[in-house]
């Protein structure tokens, strides 16, 4: 059998001097299609174990979370990457000047988001909070966040990305920046961290959020 291929597509299909095999002729035309198409699963591990070796460009819906993925050549990622935030109303202290994830005086455990990282390999990472110092004089009071693939940390918390005041009354606060290099496909957790300049100085933070924007 001579096979020609379609010039935009590359499909196969018969010639006029190939033996009448139909179900021959509709096998390599389906077979062709079938990694074309949008392929749809239950989840991302029943995807990878029916589809051991993907190309890049193949399409494919996963039920959960509910997210229609592309396969890059590397890795799968969202087709259409979205931001993703969390917010705790639940005020919390600390005293502590290294940065930590858990606060005082809160009932709420830590504040974390996940996300998968975007063909790109960048986010944006936004974090925010009402904040104050219960010190007098009042110190600097930081939140900044912890970013992990799985357990490892990726990239800690650091005063040079975090949102910051020196004030006593409650003041709104943000700060955004760029994460670089992380790996596609993976999905990492950014959790909020916080700090006081002074460990005599206690720090307040409420209405704390993260939200992460991909970058496609």
């Known amino acids: ?32 299609v079938d990694g074309r198409t949008v392929m749809r ?39 259409a ?24 005086d809160s009932s709420a455990g830590a504040l974390s988001v996940s996300f998968t990282v975007p063909a790109s390999g960048q986010v944006i990472i936004a974090v925010g909070a009402y904040m104050r110092s219960l010190g007098s004089p009042p110190a600097a009071s930081f939140m900044s966040a912890n970013v ?14 975090a949102a910051a005041v020196t004030a006593g009354t409650r003041t709104s606060v943000s700060a955004q920046y760029l994460v670089s290099g992380l790996d596609v496909g993976t999905t990492c957790t950014a959790t ?10 206690k720090a307040s933070f409420d209405t704390r959020y993260i ?3 991909p970058i496609p």
């Open 41 to 79: 699963f239950q989840d991302a591990a029943s995807r990878d174990a029916k589809l051991s070796a993907p190309v890049a460009g193949m399409i494919a819906w996963i039920g959960v979370p509910g997210r229609l993925m592309y396969f890059t050549g590397q890795a799968w990622v969202p087709v």
């Open 1 to 32: 059998m001579t096979i020609q291929y379609t010039p935009i597509s590359n499909l196969p299909y018969p010639q006029p001097s190939d033996p009448a095999d139909l179900p021959a002729h509709l096998k390599s035309l389906a077979e062709a």
């Open 81 to 104: 990457p979205v931001p993703v935030f969390r917010v705790n109303r639940d005020e919390g202290t600390t005293t502590a000047t290294d940065y930590t994830e858990s606060l005082a």
């Open 211 to 213: 939200r992460i924007d």
């Open 192 to 201: 909020g961290a916080f700090r006081s300049y002074k460990a005599d100085a």
């Open 148 to 161: 992990r693939a799985g357990t490892q940390v990726v990239l800690a918390a650091d005063d040079s990305r």
